[in-house]
């Protein structure tokens, strides 16, 4: 239910405050009909750039800092980067490579996995990737590839009932939608409520995508994508399909619905802090005093500072958010079984056997309550019927770093070819 995306990345162009392109390229303001030479005491930059000044009368800006450069000129610092738009174009590469791996890629990864939590009859815990992948081959031999890639639609309509209810509540009342620098305890409270209503808007929604993701391909027919968001009004009117008497009531669901995404959200947002100035503090400080270059030497030097400045921008952001979807999933994971447990009981839904991969199973629980579920599992399936299914998140994040490494590789290369 919780988004992915970093919070400070733009995957359509980044340009940092220490790019020394950035704020040099204003032109000229003039106010009367000037010389040229005259116009050079009027340059005025944005007051929020580093190192530009707000010019007054009879003041003219400093012979030391760049200015525009005059027709006919051969310096290399005059114009704009040659690997700009190349940047901007390997910016959009890597987001859209790292949102196709977490909602594309690793969507079979997702099924499985909840498949096994449910499944309160399987013998084999699949605790190892190497059980899982087998089983899900499985999966695949038997029903074919839309056995893995079911209620992939669904998980995009949760996002976007997600992204849309948490902008709609930010716009109607106070709460705050992001923290500022200067946080204090109120807004943090009021943020951690704002996400709290979120996830309890969205539930009927998940609950449904939940099903969507579960039922096996055998016996179900081809939903639409809107079928999400029917079945999520229906649950809360008490309308549609029939369910039987062991469905829990959405107000029962409530609070560990509620629970698991606002600890979801404060584990994975703590640990991308930390990783994020981890990576930055640990980022090489370039040389006090460099030697003065040549021009071919200018060149290559600012085509390496391209290359080296478009990996610090976007890797740490994207790798800190990696490490904080890892741990939260991780640290998360029983509660994430149990709250799925409970949100498909008295669904008449009918799961694929995660044990053997060529049968079906129906899902038959009683519990009463969180509390009954959470005894119910230890008792019959011990502490690591908290963790069925937790190779396929292994599995996961594996392709996920594997995608990342891959795709700085291929952009590193680029980059310092063209």
Known sequence: MTSRRPDSFD??????????????????????????????????????????????????????????????????????????????????????????????????????????????????????????????????????????????????????????????????????????HKWNPKQVVGHLVLKGLTYVVAMPFYSASLIETVQSEIIRDNPGILDCVKEGVGRVMGLGVPHSKRLLPLWALVLPTALHGILHYIVSSTVQKLVLALLRRRRPSPPS?????????????????????MLDAYFPELMASFCGSLCADVLLYPVETVLHRLHIQGTRTIIDNTDLGFEVVPINTQYESLRECVNTIGREEGTLGFYKGFGAVLVQYSLHAAVLQITKMIYSALLQNA
């Open 289 to 309: 005093s460099p030697p003065s270059p040549s021009k071919n030497d200018g060149a290559a030097s600012g085509q390496a500072d391209a290359v080296q400045s």
């Open 11 to 180: 995957g359509l162009g980044y340009r940092g405050r220490e790019d020394p392109s950035y704020g040099g390229g204003y032109s000229g303001r003039s106010f009367n009909n000037a010389s040229n030479a005259d116009l050079q005491q009027w340059v005025t930059t944005p007051p929020d750039i580093p190192g530009s000044r707000n010019l007054h009368f009879d003041e003219r800006t400093p012979q030391s800092e760049t200015g525009p450069a005059p027709p006919g000129s051969d310096d290399p610092q005059a114009a704009a980067p040659p690997s700009e738009q190349l940047n901007r174009f390997a910016g959009f590469g890597i987001g859209l490579a790292s949102l196709f791996t977490e909602n594309v890629l690793a969507h079979p990864c997702i099924v499985f996995r909840r498949q096994c939590q449910v499944n309160y009859h399987a013998r084999n815990y699949h605790l190892s990737p190497f059980t899982a992948v087998s089983v899900m081959y499985n999966f695949t031999k038997s029903q074919g590839p839309k056995a893995l890639w079911k209620g992939m639609g669904s998980t995009f309509v949760v996002q976007g009932v997600t992204l849309g209810t948490e902008g709609i509540i930010s716009e109607c009342t106070p709460l705050p939608r992001e923290l500022s």
